[in-house]
């Protein structure tokens, strides 16, 4: 998608649509108002028609006569006491922009509301024209190829614009099949950024993997016949800070369950159990552009979760590389595994505060469902930190406890610990218990459970079903706090 920002009278602006962001109850702008004029007020009196509200992400469509563009969109903004941005500056952009698609539109313009809109407009045109049709033979390219951007901030615009483009390069690797995207594909799309980028790069293969006494990772990745690898990305800044930033994602390529075996119904969407290894991907992929003043690294567990004559069965005993062993008691729990081997290395390695996405558990969705993302962790100092990036970057994150009877539950017979609790209660902050286990006591560490969040199960106004890249959002924010620190 071209953006080009322009201060041209509007009624000049060649485009196939221009859309309005409007709130409800509210009179037009001064700007519509003119434009109003221009149209021999045929928006005011559409509006006075109340057939368009203005009710968050409300749409309506207007043709007018004798303007350069044939269209005209109206989107609802709601209440403006209830208004929150920036991530409903983003969705209204992306409601206005999913209507356009719809109509044909490639050629979208607006006029803003406010410069400080900029990002947000051009982040939600961006993401709305998302389309996972991948590998339809006989399609229609359905999206904005061109954003004219009236009153905005040209400034900014680069940065949103990067950030957009890399999002959905991230969703379409979530969106990939298993059979296509495998661990070794993943590998691939990390060199190709590491190559770009000038990134620092290790592949850890099986073999070399079992000299350094990976064992949790290897628990699971026993069982499946792709190769599986731990992949580890590192970013030098110019001026680095203090403090070295761990960015870890769960890379399960498919969650089958393993010898726990989920149910079939839905078992197709596991192919996005990757996609904390693909958002870590596209934050590395953003980092390696923008060059922020601090280090970090990227590091992601990949491989399958499957069932085979290999595979660990319920009761197995591994020893991960931090020397604690562990007891997989459901299979299913894999995430959890791999990623306690992620930890110890990333922290090995020299991060001093982890930042982990994970597509957890499937209980999050029962807490929180796909409107928040769920965040364990410690210090609060950091989960705040994190709690509030996300705020700035339009991403909702809710905090969970672990108190002390928490930490009772993934107690075993046999080993250190237990991948799952005895009962089902607390699922969620289960998961959070077994990977605090792995962080030292002087590093920061924040899990966030993207097990709801990171695929959409139907469609939104502004956002197409499947794949939502979330959580990149949130560590672009929290990696430009923390620089120079
Ligand atoms: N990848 C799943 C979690 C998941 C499920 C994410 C559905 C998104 C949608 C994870 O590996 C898993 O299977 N977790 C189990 C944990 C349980 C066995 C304690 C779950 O949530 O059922
Ligand atoms: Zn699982
Ligand atoms: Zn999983």
Do not use: C
């Not at 075993?412 to 969620?428: F, G, K, Y």
Request: proline residues 4%; neutral net charge; charged residues 25%.
């Amino acid at each position: 998608m071209q953006v080009r920002v322009s201060n041209q009278n509007l009624k000049n602006i060649e485009a196939d649509a221009l859309y309005l962001a409007v709130f409800e109850d509210k009179s037009l702008s001064e700007k519509m108002v003119q434009l109003d004029k221009q149209l021999n007020s045929a928006l005011s009196d559409f509006l006075k028609l109340k057939e368009f509200k203005g009710k968050l992400y409300e749409t309506a469509v207007l043709y007018p006569q004798g303007l350069n563009f044939q269209r005209l969109i109206l989107v609802g903004m709601g209440k403006e006491e209830d208004f929150e941005a920036p991530r409903m500056t983003k969705n209204v952009a992306g409601a206005a922009a999913k209507r356009a698609i719809k109509l044909g539109v490639k050629k979208l313009a607006t006029l803003l509301n406010h410069p400080e809109e900029t990002a947000g407009v051009v982040e939600g045109v961006g993401l709305a024209s998302f389309d996972a049709g991948m590998h339809k033979t006989k399609k229609e390219k359905l999206e904005i190829q061109e954003l004219i951007l009236v009153g905005a901030d040209e400034k900014v615009v680069g940065e949103a614009q990067a950030a957009a483009e890399t999002i959905n390069w991230v969703r379409h690797l979530i969106a990939e099949p298993a059979n296509l995207m495998t661990p070794a594909r993943v590998v691939e799309e990390a060199k190709k950024i590491a190559k770009t980028y000038k990134l620092g790069i290790e592949i850890i293969d099986e073999k070399e993997a079992k000299k350094r006494k990976m064992g949790a990772f290897l628990a699971i990745a026993q069982g499946s016949d792709e190769s599986s690898y731990m992949i580890v990305l590192h970013y030098k800044a110019p001026k680095p800070g203090k403090t070295v930033l761990g960015i870890v994602g769960k890379g399960i390529t498919f969650d089958s369950g393993g010898i726990s075996i989920k149910p079939s119904a839905k078992m197709a969407d596991m192919k996005m159990d990757m996609s904390g290894a693909a958002a870590m991907l596209g934050i590395m992929k953003l980092v390696g552009e923008f060059k922020p003043n601090l280090d970090i690294i990227g590091i992601a567990p990949v491989t399958e979760n499957m069932p085979s004559g290999k595979a660990a069965k319920p009761g197995d005993v591994f020893k991960s590389l931090s020397g604690r062993t562990i007891e997989i008691l459901n299979t299913d729990a894999e995430g959890r595994v791999v990623m306690s081997d992620a930890f110890t290395y990333v922290q090995k390695l020299g991060a001093k505060k982890i930042f982990e996405l994970s597509t957890l558990t499937g209980a999050v969705n029962v807490a929180l469902g796909p409107e928040a993302t769920a965040i364990i962790g410690s210090s609060q100092e950091w989960v705040d930190t994190v709690i509030s990036a996300g705020k700035r970057a339009g991403e909702r994150i809710w905090q969970l406890p672990i108190y002390s009877e928490h930490k009772e539950m993934l107690k075993s017979d046999i080993a250190d610990l237990a991948n799952i609790p005895p009962t089902r209660a607390a699922d969620v902050i289960a998961g959070g218990v077994f990977l605090g286990e792995f962080v030292e006591k002087e590093n920061d560490w924040a899990h966030l459970d993207i097990g709801a969040t990171a695929w959409l199960e139907g469609d939104k106004p502004y956002l197409t079903k499947g794949p939502t890249g979330v959580g990149i959002e949130t560590a672009l924010a929290l990696i430009k706090a923390l620089e120079g620190n």
